[in-house]
């Protein structure tokens, strides 16, 4: 059976650099050379990050060692939503369960390194996928698409350490690559349920891999049966690895999962620079310390979405035919991506990581796809220059950005070392902190004194039970959250705060806890924020 031309809209028939990406031949391609480049390319700058002084087996993060923190619970038995408060959905943990469980024998130190170099991987891991999406549209394409995934800033930093973004790229890509075929949706069921099943695990990492469900359930429309296996394998993704959780603490899993995260409360909203200049991909807001004025931030983004707009409209008014699926399914989960971090009040850099690979196929597959249109049949010497001239200046955009954020990860300032803290605290002691990562990485995080408190997310806890409010917002109004900070401060043998402007915010503060804390513990360290109870060694004071 003949293959259908790659320019079936009659821009004429497939040139040299498009022959050499057609499926079944040898990985021995100039794309397939370019897709291997990219992901090395890729792989270094993630990598590269752990390499600097104390970044590796150090303090960077606060979320990293929730999901890691939340994995150590679970192998030591203690379950996630009904022992201890957790906001997001479980599939992030349950990937960090082998790794916790090797923990046990290596400390929690070096398995959160583990899964700092484990996460790098899986970050660099979307280069060749989001490569393999666009391998039959052209050389161009995949320079393109392959390119800003491999260099696009907050996609890296997201994979410095234990976050869901890396993650939920990776399955969602999985599915995309398993639902399209060549740049059409896929004829074969099996294909579809399997693409779902992918979905439906990102979802159950963040609940953010929704915009591209319904984008592809929206395109399988026309077919109910299809929508129906599609929409099927999307629920057995989900629901294999949360019914679990869900069905020993409902009302904790809903309220926290879902409720707690649409009605949170913060005191500041981030700017619109900030957001611009992280999905732009101008810089990331975190690594870099050189500001980005408000104008330059919008004039980019502008620019880019002028350019999508441009080529998208040419070359479907040159091609006399509207995009196919795949350039579709890009533009329009791109666009849904885009404004939905637009709205919330808060925003942080490696949100971005996840709009990186929908704004790379949604530059790379317009502009191809008009290049392409702009090469006149019967002079393909013309348009293999075009296309020559056009990959050039691609690949010299790419390699000025990948400099660029080589040269912004060297310079970057180191992050804390809580190692100093083993020198203080004793193993198997029971310390409270407003950030476990810093007990994560002193292996001061598990605890064998009976009725240690078990909170992995000061933060998250407030939300959950005060109704999406923290410490600065009016969480301490809140009898339950009071309830559970009171307990933990009186179960504690050392509380290890990161900073009196964080622990603020994390931990609901009240005028009896304050007089509580100021009675019955003291600094032990002038240099670390870490404070013993008064008495110790001896037991500690039943509440």
């Known amino acids: 059976m003949s293959q259908v031309p790659l320019h079936a809209e009659g821009v004429g028939q497939p040139d040299a650099a498009e022959r050499s990406v057609r499926p079944g031949r040898s990985w021995f391609t100039p794309a397939g050379a ?191 049966r299809r929508v129906a296996t599609y929409v099927g394998g999307v629920a057995v993704g989900f629901l294999v690895p949360v019914l679990p959780f869900l069905a020993m603490d409902p009302s904790s899993f809903y309220r926290g999962v879902f409720v707690a995260q649409l009605v949170r409360v913060d005191d500041t909203r981030t700017s619109l620079r900030t957001r611009l200049a992280d999905l732009s991909g101008i810089t990331s807001t975190t690594a870099a310390k050189v500001g980005v004025s408000a104008s330059t931030a919008a004039l980019v983004t502008a620019a880019i979405v002028l350019l999508v707009a441009v080529a998208c409209v040419a070359a479907s008014v040159i091609t006399r035919s509207l995009p196919p699926p795949l350039e579709w399914f890009a533009l329009v989960t791109g666009a849904l991506v885009l404004l939905s971090f637009l709205w919330p009040v808060d925003f942080y850099y490696h949100y971005a990581g996840f709009f990186a690979p929908f704004l790379a196929l949604a530059v790379a597959l317009p502009v191809a796809r008009l290049v392409a249109s702009l090469q006149p049949a019967g002079r393909r010497s013309r348009g293999l220059r075009l296309d020559l001239a056009a990959v050039c200046v691609a690949v010299l955009a790419i390699v000025a950005m990948s400099v660029s954020q080589a040269h912004s990860e060297a310079t970057a300032r180191p992050s804390y070392d809580p190692t100093v803290a083993q020198k203080l605290i004793p193993a198997g002691a029971c310390v409270l902190t407003d950030q476990v990562s810093l007990t994560i990485a002193a292996d001061r995080f598990t605890s064998d004194v009976p009725g240690c408190p078990q909170i992995v997310d000061g933060d998250g806890t407030d939300l959950d039970l005060s109704g999406g409010k923290n410490g600065v917002t009016g969480a301490a109004k809140t009898a339950a959250v009071r309830a559970v900070w009171d307990a933990a401060f009186r179960h504690a043998q050392y509380v290890w705060l990161s900073s009196a402007t964080t622990a603020a915010r994390r931990i609901a503060w009240t005028p009896a806890l304050k007089a509580y804390f100021a009675k019955n513990f003291r600094p032990i360290d002038s240099h670390v924020p870490i404070f013993k109870r008064i008495g110790l060694p001896g037991t500690v004071p039943k509440p």
């Open 34 to 224: 370019v897709i291997l480049v990219a992901t090395v390319l890729g792989l270094a700058l993630r990598l590269l990050q752990l390499t600097r002084p104390g970044h590796l087996l150090g303090v960077t993060e606060y979320d990293d060692g929730v999901y890691f923190g939340a994995a150590v619970r679970l192998v030591h038995g203690v379950l996630p939503y009904r022992d201890f408060t957790l906001v997001q959905p479980p599939g992030l943990i349950l990937l960090m369960t082998p790794i916790a469980e090797l923990s046990k024998f290596t400390g929690t130190d070096w398995g959160m390194a583990i899964g700092r170099l484990v996460t790098a991987c899986a970050g660099a891991a979307s280069v060749p996928l989001a490569g393999l999406l666009v391998r039959r549209r052209g050389m161009l394409a995949v320079v393109i698409t392959c390119g800003i995934t491999a260099v696009y800033p907050d996609a890296i930093l997201a994979a410095h350490t234990v976050l869901q973004e890396p993650w939920l790229v990776l399955f969602c890509l999985a599915g995309v690559l398993a639902v399209f075929d060549d740049d059409r949706l896929t004829s074969s069921g099996r294909r579809l349920a399997w693409g779902g099943v992918a979905f439906g695990f990102a979802g159950a990492i963040k609940v953010w891999a929704i915009f591209p469900i319904v984008v592809i359930a929206v395109l399988c429309a026309p077919s109910l």
